[in-house]
């Protein structure tokens, strides 16, 4: 039996947070023996976890040390958590302890000198969590209920904002970047989630993927509205992204909206289980390519345009986690949640970005996020 082992918090660790289903903020040991689930936490968290938890034994790790230093003859001063993870190993009889990828480098050399073997899972230490549950599926939905929030206070500025010398104003201010950013923060902050690094681009800004946005946000630019609120109490994510444009778009605009969201039916019309991510995403590549927009490097300008990105992701726990819709092969299976989002960047044009959410089914999708695509806003 391997023994698998985590040493964080589940406040930041979603791994963590899957396997006890409570937010501790500092880092403690979890371990996974057959069907145990193992905790051992501060006396401050001691009573939190043992109550609320999924563990199915908690200690208190004061006192397990004392235990545990006086069995095996140890001082205060060479005891490190290695041997608590040492006195599990040997408890279950295990033949080695499996860790994930960002286990602490520190923790893992102190297993090496204790000469227990270890293995590292380079994917995902619970496979279980890409097949999402019911349970799952319900707070997808919710924190997806919480993105299409955000687009539509991003939609209804835009579309009150006046253009005034080819700049938008609304409510007599200057609408920039992270005045649309923070409306959208704070609105879904009162709707019980988190939203960090939305991204607001507006212009040549949104050719640029993952550019947050900054400053004034301009009449007859596409704006890249992309928003992946984290729920506050229950950690799943949503994740959605639209393009607007306050004004009058050009031909090559129109055009460009238009490719990629027919890219995006293309996409969904391919997914079904047992159908590999990477097919997917070359589906997409070849669908641009057709139209007319390549994907190419400007050496003049060091960057990249047309689709410089993958398809879509898996959902969850983390806004990016497995399976990729991109170069990596894998195979879709049932009750996978994943992302469609092609997208184009040109800077002589701009950048388009369309996202949604769905369930992978037998037979096709299930769609778990719902807003308009309304995005010409005169």
């Avoid at 397990?64 to 190993?89: P, R, V, Y």
């Avoid at 496979?127 to 549950?133: A, G, L, S």
């Avoid at 988190?194 to 993927?209: C, K, L, N, R």
């Avoid at 990105?309 to 806004?319: A, K």
Wanted: charged share 20%.
């Amino acid at each position: 039996m391997k023994l698998k082992c985590l040493f964080a918090s589940s406040k930041h660790d979603s791994n963590a947070f899957y396997l006890s289903g409570i937010s501790v903020p500092d880092p403690y040991i979890s371990i996974v023996a057959g069907k145990e689930k193992i905790a051992v936490v501060s006396c401050l968290e001691y009573s939190r976890v043992l109550k609320y938890s999924n563990y199915s034994r908690v200690y208190e790790i004061g006192a397990l040390t004392n235990n545990i230093s006086k069995k095996e003859n140890i001082s205060q001063l060479e005891f490190n958590n290695a041997f608590i993870i040492k006195h599990f190993f040997k408890k279950y009889k295990a033949q080695s302890v499996l860790i994930p990828r960002n286990f602490p480098s520190f923790l893992l050399v102190q297993l090496q000198d204790l000469g227990i073997p270890v293995c590292i899972e380079m994917t995902s230490i619970f496979k279980e969590r890409e097949q999402k549950t019911e349970s799952e599926l319900k707070l997808i939905r919710k924190a997806n209920q919480a993105s299409a929030y955000g687009l539509s206070i991003a939609q209804s500025a835009l579309r009150y904002s006046k253009i005034k010398s080819g700049y938008l104003y609304l409510d007599g201010s200057q609408l920039t970047s992270e005045r649309l950013r923070n409306m959208i923060e704070i609105g879904l902050m009162e709707k019980g989630a988190f939203a960090e690094e939305t991204i607001v681009a507006g212009g040549i800004q949104a050719t640029d993927p993952h550019q947050i946005g900054y400053g004034p946000l301009r009449s007859n630019e596409l704006i890249i509205v992309d928003i992946f609120p984290r729920l506050k109490l229950y950690g799943y994510h949503g994740d959605m992204t639209r393009t607007f444009l306050k004004g009058r778009a050009n031909t090559f605009q129109k055009k460009l909206v238009q490719c990629v969201r027919m890219a995006q039916k293309f996409a969904i019309s391919k997914v079904k289980v047992n159908v590999s991510g990477q097919s997917v995403h070359r589906s997409v590549h070849n669908y641009f390519k057709a139209a007319g927009y390549n994907t190419e490097e400007r050496p003049e300008s060091n960057s990249f345009v047309g689709f410089i990105h993958s398809t879509g992701h898996g959902l969850g726990l983390d806004v990016h986690e497995p399976p990729s819709i991109g170069i990596s092969k894998n195979c879709l299976k049932l009750n996978h949640v994943i992302t469609i989002e092609p997208g184009l960047y040109y800077p002589e044009i701009g950048g388009c970005r369309i996202e949604d959410v769905f369930l992978v089914e037998d037979h096709g999708v299930k769609k778990l996020s719902k807003f308009n695509y309304q995005w010409e806003l005169p």
